[in-house]
């Protein structure tokens, strides 16, 4: 994700000086609107974005 934002401008990604444990990704949402395409985009997007997702060293 920060190579993403990074790359749109002057910027350099850096690993952070400790250890970073993984960050659970969640969604939750009303069951009435579980047919909603609003959502149904949103976990389309954020699927897309986390699946590939692999922590990079950057140091």
Do not use: C, Y
């Amino acid at each position: 994700m920060a190579e993403a934002l990074a790359s749109g401008g002057d910027l350099q990604v850096l690993s952070p000086p400790f250890p970073v444990p993984p960050i659970p990704i969640a969604h939750h949402w009303l069951k009435r609107r579980e047919a909603d395409p609003d959502i149904g985009w949103l976990l389309a997007l954020s699927r897309n974005l986390f699946k590939t997702a692999q922590p990079q060293d950057h140091r």
